[in-house]
């Protein structure tokens, strides 16, 4: 067996990391929520991976700065249903594709009145090329590179009753081309072969719309997120679970409109995400997953992330006889129910 050399690992993990960084940061504001989304799992070559992702982002917290303030006038948020299909060229080569409907709400609650306005359509879609790095122990520790693009098929202009165009954060896409850089890192546990330690790093890089308003340059800041955490494989009487535990830090710059930054956009998160998928058959799980905030940063005052629930199916197609429909340490290959 090959010698596991973890400097090589590292240093190259944190080259891909540190050229995010340079960059710059952060996530759309509004729209889908692409980053948190996007990368589907590790494959064997020439197998076709399917998912359907429901995802509500609630956002009920009023923060200015680090201090949460007691005030539930303003409330927002988002629906998103996601499809996303990815294929496996070969051992090293696959390509993603994301696609999204989004329904936006907006609730304000002032003198005994509410304004609740609305948005819906489709959203933006991505399509991202992904690159095996490096592979050492039979695939117990893998290193995936990624580039890509989210691409404006989202209207960016709709309007409320009134004919007035609302603001880029109602609205399901941002009317701009991004440029996405991905990359993940993945080790098998020696000592329980079924566990996987995961390490996911995503920077996207906003594109700017030229006719916000009509006449206006709008850009969404540009977002650094970073993903690690455990998840585990168990048999639990004749069913296969996959409990997971992940820490998400994200960084957001400010949203900038003709040039200058945007007053209260931008800031840091750190999330908590505890999660769970059921295999139903060998080749079609259930899976669910929760988003709470353990610690945010913001730049001026804004409504926050109170809490975020992921749910969907996800369904694997292997065209290979060599393929296997869960990717596992040879010993624990294949899994079957029956």
């Keep these: 067996m090959e010698k596991i050399d973890f400097r090589r690992i590292l240093i190259l993990h944190l080259l891909l990391l540190c050229a995010q960084v340079t960059l710059s940061q952060t996530c759309c504001s509004g729209g889908v ?11 064997e070559g020439k197998t076709l991976q399917l998912s359907l992702v429901y995802d509500l982002n609630v956002l009920e917290t009023l923060k200015s700065g680090s201090r949460t303030l ?8 988002t629906h998103s249903a996601i499809f996303q299909f990815g294929y496996s060229f070969s051992d090293r080569w696959a390509i993603d594709a994301f696609f999204s409907w989004v329904r936006q709400e907006r609730t304000i609650n002032q003198f005994g009145n509410t304004d609740f306005t609305f948005t819906e359509g489709i959203g933006d879609a991505v399509l991202l090329l992904k690159y095996k790095i490096l592979a050492l122990n039979d695939n117990y520790t893998t290193l995936f590179g990624g580039v890509g693009t989210k691409l404006p098929t989202g209207k960016s202009d709709l309007a409320d009753p009134r004919g ?45 719309n030229n006719d916000y308003l009509g006449s206006q340059v709008y850009q969404f800041g540009r977002e650094l997120l970073v993903q690690a955490g455990l ?7 004749k069913s296969l679970v996959d409990p997971s535990l992940n820490f998400v830090y994200r960084n957001a710059q400010p ?50 992330p109170t809490y975020r629930i992921n749910t969907g199916l996800f369904y694997r197609i292997p065209f290979s ?3 296997v429909l869960i990717d596992l340490p040879n010993e624990l290959k294949p899994f079957d129910k029956n």
């Design 70 to 77: 007691e005030d539930d006038s303003r409330s927002r948020k």
């Design 164 to 208: 007035i165009t609302l603001n880029a954060d109602l609205q399901p896409g941002s009317g701009a081309t991004d440029a996405i850089l991905w990359a993940q890192f993945s080790h098998v546990m020696d000592f329980r072969p079924s566990m996987n330690l995961s390490v996911t790093s995503i920077y996207s890089f906003k594109g700017k």
């Design 231 to 237: 998840s585990d494989r168990l048999n639990i009487g």
């Design 33 to 43: 929520p692409v980053s948190s989304n996007l990368g589907l799992p590790p494959s």
């Design 321 to 323: 006889k060599r393929a």
């Design 255 to 304: 949203d900038e409109n003709n040039g200058e930054d945007l007053p209260s956009t931008g800031g840091q998160w750190v999330f908590i995400n505890p999660g769970v998928s059921y295999w139903i058959s060998g080749n079609l799980s259930f899976n669910a997953n929760v988003n709470l905030p353990l610690v945010a940063r913001i730049t001026g005052t804004q409504v926050t």
